[in-house]
């Protein structure tokens, strides 16, 4: 199945090292960064899971529950959590799910429907599962970004992305490249000249398409 923008995400039930969940009850009425891994114990994912931990107060700051998913299973997470924490300095506060039946991996079209895991596999074997889905509390699919394996991903950007989201939907507007919390947004073209004075007030038009203003109050 092909996972599109505004598609609803697939539901599941699975294990993780905090415990089984069903992924949409888990979500609940709050935003969810759900970011996936090939394997275990292995370099930058280590990283990554860390840099992700280092972000608890950024994420409850905005609402959102962080998941991450790996091709093993729950005992290999929480051996592998200690080296996560011995690394960022803090706990790992998020749950990790097992997905070593590949059923995550599969249902979030990362794997074809066909893969497996060989004996004796390597993270290659499982080298697509590099993706950060964002999701609405509508269980929505926001926003994706996939990586190759020896490329770190930027979890700056993940934020920033969440925020330029968080805005965009709840204020009824749109952000322009590089945008962060506080710089000017961009009034959609759907908005008409009439409704966009009534809504923001003064505003400033590039061209006819492109009108720029500060973010309401």
């Known amino acids: 199945m092909s996972l599109r923008i505004n598609d609803v995400v697939p539901d599941f039930e699975a294990e993780t090292s905090q415990g089984p969940i069903r992924f949409h009850e888990w979500i609940g009425d709050s935003w969810a960064i759900l970011f996936s891994h090939p394997k275990d114990f292995t370099p930058v994912c280590t990283t990554e899971f860390g840099a992700v931990a280092r972000l608890n107060a950024e994420w409850q700051k905005r609402g959102t529950k962080v998941i991450g998913v790996s091709v093993d299973g729950v005992e290999d997470h929480k051996k592998w959590s200690q080296d996560i924490s011995s690394l960022a300095g803090c706990d790992v506060g998020f749950p990790i799910i097992a997905d070593e039946d590949l059923k995550v991996a599969k249902l979030f079209d990362m794997l074809p429907a066909e893969a497996y895991l060989?004996?004796?596999?390597?993270?290659?074997?499982?080298?697509?599962?590099?993706?950060?889905?964002?999701?609405?509390?509508?269980?929505?699919?926001?926003?994706?970004?996939?990586?190759?394996?020896n490329v770190g991903r930027n979890f700056a950007e993940v934020l920033r992305a969440l925020d330029a989201l968080q805005t965009a939907n709840g204020k009824g507007v749109a952000t322009p490249a590089d945008w962060n919390v506080g710089e000017d947004v961009i009034i959609p073209p759907t908005v008409s000249d009439e409704d966009a004075k009534a809504k923001f007030g003064e505003y400033e038009t590039v061209f006819p398409y492109l009108r720029r203003t500060k973010l309401p109050k």
Do not use: E
């Open 118 to 149: 060989p004996d004796g596999r390597t993270p290659a074997d499982s080298a697509t599962v590099r993706t950060v889905f964002i999701i609405g509390p509508d269980k929505q699919l926001k926003l994706s970004m996939t990586y190759p394996m």
